[in-house]
C-alpha cells in the first residue's frame, strides 16, 4: 500500500492550497480517509476525515469552513482543499487510510489509522 501526498509548498497567509493523496495497493472505495498535521509544538494532529463514500466529513474546529475534504473513488485519490491559510496551518500534512475503526467513530484518532503517506510540508508566511 501506498500513499503520496503532494501539494504543499510556501504560501502566503490568506490563500488557498489544494493537497492530493493518491493511494495504491488498496481498496480505495472501501474505507474512510483522513488528514493530520505535525509541527514540532504540537505533534500530530487530526486536520480533516472522509467516509468511504465521501458523504461523510469531519473536522478540527480550527479548519471548519476553511478547509474541504473530498475524495475522488475513480481517482484513487483524496483532496484537502485549504482556504485562508494562516502562519497556525503551517505543518507537514499526512494522508492515512484507516481499516478497521469502532462504531461511531469520527476518524480522527492517528492511531485508528494503518497506512500513512509520506507528508508534505505547508509553510504559510504572514
Known amino acids: 500500500v501506498q500513499l503520496q501526498a503532494s501539494g504543499g509548498g510556501l504560501v502566503q497567509a490568506g490563500t488557498s492550497r489544494r493537497l492530493s493523496c493518491v493511494v495504491s495497493g488498496l481498496s480505495f472505495s472501501s474505507y474512510p480517509m483522513g488528514w493530520f498535521r505535525q509541527t514540532p509544538e504540537k505533534g500530530r494532529e487530526f486536520v480533516a476525515s472522509i467516509s468511504a463514500n465521501g458523504d461523510t466529513t469531519f473536522y478540527t474546529n480550527s479548519v471548519k469552513a476553511r478547509f474541504t475534504i473530498s475524495r475522488d473513488n475513480a481517482e484513487h485519490t483524496v483532496f484537502l482543499q485549504m482556504n485562508t491559510l494562516k502562519p497556525e496551518d503551517t505543518a507537514v500534512y499526512y494522508c492515512?487510510?484507516?481499516?478497521?475503526?469502532?462504531?461511531?467513530?469520527?476518524?480522527?484518532?492517528?492511531?485508528?489509522?494503518?497506512?500513512w503517506g509520506q507528508g508534505t510540508q505547508v509553510t504559510v508566511s504572514s
Open positions: 492515512a487510510a484507516i481499516v478497521i475503526w469502532k462504531i461511531g467513530s469520527r476518524w480522527d484518532v492517528a492511531s485508528e489509522y494503518r497506512f
